[in-house]
């Protein structure tokens, strides 16, 4: 048995002579003694050992192999896949008006028609009666303006989940100025089972950046919906920060705290830096505020601080798991207002990555979306494979103007994941998402 | 934690199974809005 290629060996801090190994590929972590680790390294490990570090995924019996069990990695994945799941875009109409929205160029008022609602349902149903579960996530804009059609749909099918007997739920995507209790209460009976909606951190920052398009603020009928919606369902909470105020977003979850709003009140907290609109352009023309790429010394101290913050405040936030794009998921679609197909959010409004649409069904978009474009050597034989599979196709389509190449995390991983192991190890309590 | 022997702390098991779908939640990598 040989050591994994995807593994990544960190001191133990103020234990000499041992050291911490995380394996990429499984996320697992383990503390052994330097001795021990020489051992792995001769393949003269005791029988115990071995079989310990194999059945956390640190041994491999053959490099090549598993090389190859990774290059193939969403083969299996999709051949085992019993859920379909859709980001459904039920309008492109937005009650707030927030100059960074990367839809700002193609956004309006725009709305699923009943008969698209129709053939999306058929589409939904047809992967039911194939035995697969179905998961919707409403999107928008505000997926709760074009609340007849969304109720609509659920209601079809959950009745349809019922009648072929598979499972049928759906969260929202939503700014959380329409998420009170009386509707939360109305959606629960069809299906809705939890809801990201977003605070852009203390109120003068997310008022400033989330308004309503009246011009007022919305941070305080968003928390007042929060407040009358916790107890119902899984509440996520997401926010968006530049370089200029995310020092200032942990005041956002001392605020929570002196609301009420406890750790146990919300599923996760995760701040994600402000990118690039979709057209390339940025809110105030300043690009060195926003991140259109993870190598930025600013964003990577940014990222490792608000997740400290978070977790040092008992919140949960996500951990790192194997993870790749949603193009590779076979099971995963999003679809437009108008029934046109994608394979991420983030390409809508774009037609050269339009890959189908209800009506038609999918097409080939091997070529278009680079499908293959990490499994080269250099990507194989990366220790952090497994956490990226290539990155974001949406950020390297921002830098280059084009899928022509992976959006390497290599930088990034070097710089943050030996501090995020340690985050989890010392401040996590509770298992991460 | 699960303390094998003294020579192996087992700190996080990790997860079984192939990669997941992603999209937004790994801290950076998706569109703002």
Not at chain 1, 321 to 349: Q, R, T, W
């Amino acid at each position: 048995m040989e050591l994994t290629r995807y593994l990544k060996v960190y001191p133990c801090i103020g234990k000499p002579g041992r050291v911490l190994l995380y394996s990429t590929r499984r996320c697992a972590l383990l503390e052994v003694s330097e001795a021990l680790l020489e051992r792995a390294r001769a393949g003269s490990l005791a029988e115990k050992e071995q079989d310990t570090l194999a059945r956390l995924g640190f041994l491999t019996p053959c490099h090549a192999m598993e090389r190859e069990e990774v290059r193939t990695s969403f083969d299996r994945v999709n051949r085992d896949s019993r859920c379909f799941k859709a980001i459904v875009t039920l309008t492109l109409d937005c009650n707030l008006s927030c100059p960074y929205c990367y839809e700002g160029s193609f956004r309006g008022h725009y709305a699923m028609s009943m008969g698209t609602a129709d053939l999306l349902v058929d589409k939904l149903t047809g992967r039911m009666d194939a035995g697969l579960s179905v998961s919707v996530s409403f999107y928008g804009g505000e997926a709760l303006m074009a609340l007849p059609v969304l109720k609509y749909i659920a209601g079809k099918l959950v009745d349809a989940a019922r009648e072929k007997g598979v499972a049928f739920d759906f969260n929202l995507v939503t700014n959380g100025t329409l998420l009170n209790r009386t509707m939360v209460e109305e959606l629960l009976p069809l299906g809705l089972n939890g809801a990201k909606l977003t605070l852009d951190g203390p109120r003068d920052i997310h008022d400033q950046q989330r308004p309503f398009v009246s011009g007022k603020g919305s941070f305080d009928l968003i928390v007042s919906n929060i407040k009358e919606t916790a107890d119902l369902l899984p509440l996520q909470v997401g926010g968006n920060y530049t370089r200029h105020n995310y020092r200032r977003f942990p005041e956002l979850l001392d605020f929570f705290l002196a609301e009420g709003i406890t750790q146990d009140k919300l599923d996760f907290v995760l701040f994600t830096p402000v990118t690039p609109r979709a057209d390339g352009s940025t809110a105030s023309g300043d690009v060195s505020a926003v991140c259109a790429c993870t190598e930025e010394p600013w964003m990577i101290e940014a990222s490792l601080f608000l997740r400290e913050e978070i977790l040092r405040r008992g919140f949960d936030t996500l951990k790192f798991k194997p993870s790749g794009c949603m193009i590779e998921f076979e099971n995963d679609l999003v679809v437009g207002y108008d029934g046109a197909l994608y394979k991420c959010p983030a390409f809508m409004g774009e037609k050269s990555l339009r890959i189908g649409s209800l009506a038609d069904g999918v097409g080939d978009y091997s070529q278009s979306h680079a499908l293959d474009v990490w499994k080269c050597d250099e990507c194989l034989d990366c220790p952090y494979l497994p956490l990226c599979f290539g990155g974001c196709r949406f950020l390297r389509r921002l830098r280059t103007g084009a899928i022509d190449g992976v959006d390497c995390r290599r930088t990034y991983l070097d710089a943050t994941l030996e501090q995020i192991i340690l985050q989890d190890m010392t401040l996590r309590t509770k298992p991460g998402s | 934690m699960q303390m094998v022997n003294e020579e192996i702390v087992v700190l996080d098991a990790g997860f079984v199974g192939g990669p997941e779908m992603t999209c937004c939640t790994i801290s950076f990598g998706f569109m703002t809005r």
